[in-house]
T-cell receptor
Framework: SQQGEEDPQALSIQEGENATMNCSYKTSINNLQWYRQNSGRGLVHLILIRSNEREKHSGRLRVTLDTSKKSSSLLITASRAADTASYFCATGLTGANSKLTFGKGITLSVRP | AAGVIQSPRHLIKEKRETATLKCYPIPRHDTVYWYQQGPGQDPQFLISFYEKMQSDKGSIPDRFSAQQFSDYHSELNMSSLELGDSALYFC???????????FGPGTRLLVL
């Protein structure tokens, strides 16, 4: 069953602009993780935020989590053409050793 | 740093044949997960193992089986292959000290 739902489904921006992607989920979670996938390749882990955290930063990435609204957002600042990829949010219901439930990906295109 | 290794990277099979996919987790990771990603779809959890025991099971067909060996590598065995089994199969690993799952590059299976 689908846990995370991302919006928008596709996003096209100019290099240098910021990209914001949103994800919603349905049940209580332990953590939420964002992954990037380039054109049918492997999933690269970007950032993890736990249910007791509200915001985390990693380089040009900023992720927020609102457990009351069951939603998360991923902000990529100063986007680059190399950021072009599909982005997925995935939720873990329990802690370590918990399966991830992925939402439908967001396709981000960054125009040079 | 060592990553998750999957083999083979590409596999072409005929309907009703069998296939075996292998996964070598990151050293000292004791949990292995298998996910299936159909074309244009989000990854779906199949099965996971912790310390060589099955820890969770998702939407894995009865035609599929998996196990984790004493050296922590895992194999996904797929029998009576169907056209709909064509997908990207990911293995991920994690340690019981953290929630982050690290994904391998995937095995692209094409069933003709």
């Amino acid at each position: 069953s689908q846990q995370g739902e991302e919006d928008p489904q596709a996003l096209s921006i100019q290099e240098g602009e910021n990209a914001t992607m949103n994800c919603s989920y349905k049940t209580s979670i332990n953590n939420l993780q964002w992954y990037r996938q380039n054109s049918g390749r492997g999933l690269v882990h970007l950032i993890l935020i736990r249910s007791n955290e509200r915001e985390k930063h990693s380089g040009r990435l900023r992720v927020t989590l609102d457990t009351s609204k069951k939603s998360s957002s991923l902000l990529i600042t100063a986007s680059r053409a190399a950021d072009t990829a599909s982005y997925f949010c995935a939720t873990g219901l329990t802690g370590a050793n918990s399966k991830l439930t992925f939402g439908k990906g967001i396709t981000l295109s960054v125009r040079p | 740093a060592a990553g998750v290794i999957q083999s083979p990277r590409h596999l072409i099979k005929e309907k009703r044949e069998t296939a075996t996919l292998k996964c070598y987790p990151i050293p000292r990771h004791d949990t292995v997960y298998w996910y299936q990603q159909g074309p244009g779809q989000d990854p779906q959890f199949l099965i996971s193992f912790y310390e060589k025991m099955q820890s969770d099971k998702g939407s894995i067909p009865d035609r599929f089986s998996a196990q984790q060996f004493s050296d922590y590598h895992s194999e996904l065995n797929m029998s009576s292959l169907e056209l709909g089994d064509s997908a990207l199969y990911f293995c991920a690993s994690s340690s019981d000290l953290q929630e982050t799952q690290y994904f391998g590059p995937g095995t692209r299976l094409l069933v003709l």
